[in-house]
């Protein structure tokens, strides 16, 4: 039986690892090669990779790294962070990449997705959505550029356009729940669900096994996202590279 | 010596990987001369069929790779689209295919998945081999493999198919005829299982 998927999700900045709080400025974790490395060993169900500085230093992949990080693993790999062409994709993918997230260029640009989709396959091309709930009207926005900027399109709308361009899966990243450690959103999560039918995972708001099972009992088979909860350690949060995943899914 | 194709289509560095800490001799290559001295190939493969295809017949090796596995009897694996190419035929593209083992790729049917997420087929998913193969010795068929696919292949011949996974249906993810295989899942990123299989692979 297809699992749900639990995935590590590591933030590059200035070379390092960084995991940020609602989107502020992070505390630096680590080097990614090291990362990747200790990942291996747990054998951890898929890992997403995110250069947050390309996009607003408006800058492309740093393909010699991403060449380095994807010679070590052992596991499946979403590159995201900067990505504005179907070649980039394609080049990414020939590195060892299994997937590749757009976010900002693809709404920008929709049309983006088809090429890639064209380029790689479907089920390589990921878009990833960082939202905020909204304050007095429901529903949520979609942010880019770190959160800074606000995009009009709806969520719903643009998830479903996406699906219908070619992406294989969407991400769907709550930057109120970012580094909260408080749970999921999962009325977000089930809305984002009930729009489209291809794969989905959520990141924001894990930090227990019981998030990433109410999760699934929300939404049934999903990628459950996590970055403090793999990074920090113990109430006063100290770095400590580990990895669980619910019972259930561990065979 | 292993020869892991090298056309610009796969991952052959994840492989190279793998295999160099197990330390099977291998080279990394898409040169005629190199793959012909070879004891064994390894077809790894991204993308769409008709690029992969493309790609194969614009190296110009399938001629090299045609005498040495069939007419010579060396052996091969096909990773994923890899795999897919042993096929004759696929829904997905217009080209042929190497007809290594008979064969059509077909379009994983959606109607048949009850409830979302539908395609691609994406995540760690149990395998049911077939029998014992060889292939898959060693292998935790329950934990099975990282499965990233919206077309499968469909064996004209079923006796060719050693394992299936269940995704609306059983579908083949594991093939073999005589010194030919293909699998549908990625060995180079599902950990101990998938250096299980490419060590089984070196070993045959």
Redesign the interface.
Same mark, same amino acid.
């Given at each position: 039986?297809?699992?749900?998927?639990v995935i590590p999700c590591l933030l590059i900045h200035d070379g390092g690892l960084v995991k940020t709080e609602k989107f502020r400025p992070g505390k630096y974790v680590g080097d990614p090669l090291n990362a990747v490395k200790i990942f291996?060993e747990k054998?951890v169900?898929?890992l997403m990779l995110l250069d947050i500085d390309a996009t607003v230093n408006r800058r492309g992949p740093d393909f010699a790294r991403l060449?380095n990080l994807?010679?070590?693993?052992?596991?499946?790999?979403c590159y995201g962070g900067g990505v504005t062409g179907a070649d980039e994709a394609?080049r990414i993918?020939? #590195?060892?990449f299994?997937?590749v997230s757009v976010s900002a260029a693809a709404l920008k640009r929709p049309d983006l997705i088809k090429e890639m989709a064209?380029?790689?396959?479907?089920?390589?091309v990921v878009v990833t959505l960082d939202v905020r709930k909204n304050a007095m009207l429901p529903g949520y926005t979609i942010f880019t550029h770190n959160g800074r900027t606000k995009e009009r399109v709806d969520l719903i709308d643009f998830v479903r356009q996406a699906a219908e361009l070619g992406a294989?899966?969407i991400v769907v990243n709550s930057i109120d729940r970012d580094g909260t450690m408080t749970g999921y959103d999962l009325d977000l999560a089930r809305q984002v669900?009930q729009a489209?039918? #291809?794969?989905?995972s959520m990141i924001g708001g894990a930090g227990s096994i019981n998030h990433i099972e109410a999760l699934i009992e929300a939404v049934?088979?999903?990628?459950a996202g996590a970055g403090s909860m793999f990074v920090f350690n113990g109430p006063y949060r100290a770095v400590l590279i580990s990895y669980r995943k619910p019972p259930a899914l561990v065979? | 010596m292993i020869a892991i194709v090298d056309y610009?289509?796969?991952?052959v560095?994840?492989i190279a990987?793998?295999y160099k800490q197990l330390k099977v001799p291998h080279v990394v290559t898409g040169d005629p001369a190199v793959l012909a001295a070879a004891d064994g190939y390894v077809l790894p493969g991204?993308?769409?069929f008709d690029r992969v295809m493309a790609d194969l017949i614009r190296l110009g090796i399938v001629d090299t790779l045609n005498t040495e596995i069939l007419r010579n009897g060396k052996k091969a694996i096909g990773i994923c689209?890899g795999m897919q190419i042993l096929a004759n035929a696929s829904d997905e593209g217009q080209m042929s295919g190497l007809g290594w083992i008979p064969g059509h790729i077909r379009r994983i049917d959606?109607n048949r998945i009850v409830?979302?997420?539908?395609?691609?087929?994406?995540?760690?998913?149990?395998i049911a081999p077939r029998g014992n193969p060889a292939l898959l010795r060693g292998v935790?068929t329950?934990?099975?493999f990282?499965?990233?696919?919206?077309y499968f292949f469909d064996a004209a011949d079923d006796s060719n198919v050693l394992a299936t996974v269940?995704?609306g249906t059983a579908l083949a993810c594991a093939v073999g005829r005589g010194n030919i295989f293909g699998v549908q899942f990625?060995p180079?990123?599902?950990?101990?299982n998938?250096?299980a299989i490419l060590r089984n692979f070196a070993e045959l």
């Open positions: 039986m297809l699992r749900s998927r291996n054998q169900d898929e060449r994807a010679v070590e693993s052992r596991m499946p790999l394609a993918i020939s #590195l060892g299994e997937k064209r380029a790689v396959g479907t089920q390589s294989g899966e669900r489209v039918g #291809l794969p989905m049934g088979v999903v990628g065979s | 610009g289509s796969g991952n560095s994840a990987n793998i991204v993308g769409a689209v959606e409830t979302a997420p539908k395609l691609p087929h994406m995540g760690w998913n149990s935790d329950e934990r099975g990282y499965f990233l696919h919206s269940e995704y990625h180079e990123k599902s950990h101990d998938g250096v």
